[in-house]
Every structure is written in C-alpha cells, then in structure tokens.
C-alpha cells in the first residue's frame, strides 16, 4: 500500500461507511494487516483508509506502549474541554511539523477488524493519534487546524518543498 501525499484529491473526501463487515471479515482483517505494513515502513503511529487509498471509514493505530488498534466506523462520542498542543506531523505530508491544540481525552465507539464493537476511553498521544486519523475521515488533515497565519506559512512551504 502506497501513502498518498497532499494534493490528492482523495485526503479531501469524505470516508463512507463500511457496510456489511461482519460478511466481509477476512476482506477487512486482510486491510487491516496491510494497513499495519504500511505504517511500519513508514515508522508512522496512525494510518486511515483515505490515506492509503481507500475511501471507508476505517483507520489504525499503533502507539508505543498501547497495543495495535483498529477502528471501523468510528463515532467520537465524547471529548474533554481541557486541550493541549503538541507538534504534529503526517505520513501524507511528510517533513512537516507543527504544533496542534486538540482535546485531551476522548471517549470513541467503533468496531475491530473481528467484528467486534468496543468503546475506548483515551487521552494524550493515544488521543490525539485517534482525533488525527478520525480527521482523515472527514477528509481534515491537520493543518487545518492551524491558526490561519501559520496555516499559511506551512502550505506555503509544502508547496516549495514540492517544487524543489
Ligand atoms: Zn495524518
């Protein structure tokens, strides 16, 4: 599986639905497990399905000190008033950082690659991970949520870096 870079069209839209996993659970275990190689190799923590291509709603995550997870149909059900900034970067923007407020915790409802529906309580890295890759679902990517002046300032330099 191939990242797909900024400017792809497909980081913009919005993820539909997986219908049907429970028919379709090897189809997704095998996505999900494709999905897990391609973030190794790219030594990433998060990886969503638009990311790679596929326009569902499915991501993964794999930070250090929690177990790899995967999320399918996602809903965020909760999210802390308490923020926190922390600099951030992703496998389809590569070379770019910057600091980003979100949440600090969030509780988030989904089902794994088994078919399985959980609800899991996060905060810190893990919460963010979760709110990052939930983002590229709704084809948001984090610079948008970016003050407006350094937003500027972070497209201006991925486009010179792509002309270079
Ligand atoms: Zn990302």
Redesign the pocket.
């Known amino acids: 599986m191939d990242v797909l870079t900024f400017g792809n069209d497909m980081l913009r839209q919005k993820a539909a639905p997986v219908e049907n996993l429970k028919g379709n659970l090897s189809q997704w275990k095998e996505t999900a497990e494709k999905m897990f190689d391609a973030l190794k190799a790219q030594k ?1 923590i ?3 399905g638009p ?1 790679v291509g596929l326009s569902q709603r499915i991501f993964i995550i794999d930070v250090d000190g929690d177990e790899p997870r995967v999320f399918i149909n996602p809903s965020i059900i909760e999210t802390s008033q308490e923020t926190w900034k922390y600099e ?6 590569p070379g770019t950082w910057a600091n980003v407020v979100r949440p600090k915790t969030v509780k988030v409802q989904a089902w794994n690659e088994k078919g399985r529906s959980f609800t899991l309580e996060a905060s810190g890295l893990i919460a963010r991970v979760i709110l ?2 939930y ?2 679902l709704e084809g948001v ?2 610079i948008d949520r970016l003050p407006e002046a350094k937003r500027q300032k972070v497209l201006d330099k991925i486009v010179k870096k792509a002309k270079a």
């Open positions: 990433g998060g990886l969503a990311q951030e970067g992703c496998l389809s923007i990052h890759e983002d590229h990517m984090f």
